[in-house]
């Protein structure tokens, strides 16, 4: 038993190539469970400003970068950088910066996950949106923050763990109103200094 619990945990092979529709791409070099580790972001921690910062200036996209709380963000190394969003993803992060399967992936499959799962209700539309074509029939073709997430969707990934701590805390603090909108506590206003 002791194991299989250590093959599960142990990160499996990746292959980095061009996936031929939106550059390059990071995919299953071996067969992965349900529930396994497929890497462990890493990266240097910055403050969210310093981030903003570096993608005004050009240095960094948003999506090189993994916000990992409220105040902090993660400028991702090389191999973490290189996961593609998918609106219907078969990996998930949790913890801080924990890449697992959703599912079974085969090798040789691509895996994604949901850059709007990982992006903070702080993280307003003025900062950050994405256009999406990921050809998924779930499609949401423009992607923001995790509050922008289908109600069912974001469920989907509470049931399945698939959501970091920093967001299950604030998600705590976050009530639906009727409307459809959400009420959010009153976060700092981003600012970049020039
Ligand atoms: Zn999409």
Redesign the pocket.
Same mark, same amino acid.
């Given at each position: 038993m002791k194991e299989e619990v250590a093959a599960l945990s142990k990160e499996p092979k990746l292959i980095i190539k061009d996936t031929g529709k939106f550059g390059l791409g990071v995919f299953a070099g071996e067969e992965i469970k349900k529930g396994q580790v497929i890497k462990v972001f890493s990266g240097e921690v910055i403050t969210f400003e310093e981030c903003e910062k570096r993608i005004k200036s050009g240095d960094e996209a948003r999506t090189d970068t993994l916000q990992i709380s409220l105040e902090l963000d993660m400028d991702l190394d090389d191999v973490s950088r290189t996961f593609n969003?998918? /609106? !219907?993803p078969n990996a998930g992060l949790r913890k801080t910066s924990e890449l697992f399967a959703l599912k079974s992936i085969k090798a040789g499959v691509e895996i994604t996950y949901d850059y709007s799962a990982t992006v903070g209700p702080n993280c307003p539309a003025s900062l950050w949106t994405m256009q /999406? =074509? @990921?050809? !998924?029939k =779930? @499609?949401?073709?423009m992607?923001g923050n995790i509050l922008t997430l289908p109600v069912e969707v974001l469920e989907k990934y509470k049931k399945h763990g698939a959501l970091q701590d920093y967001i299950l805390a604030e998600l705590k603090k976050i009530t639906k109103l009727p409307d459809g909108t959400y009420k959010t506590p009153k976060y700092k206003k981003i600012l970049i200094r020039p």
């Open positions: 969003h998918s /609106c !219907s /999406c =074509n @990921c050809g !998924s =779930n @499609c949401r073709k992607i």
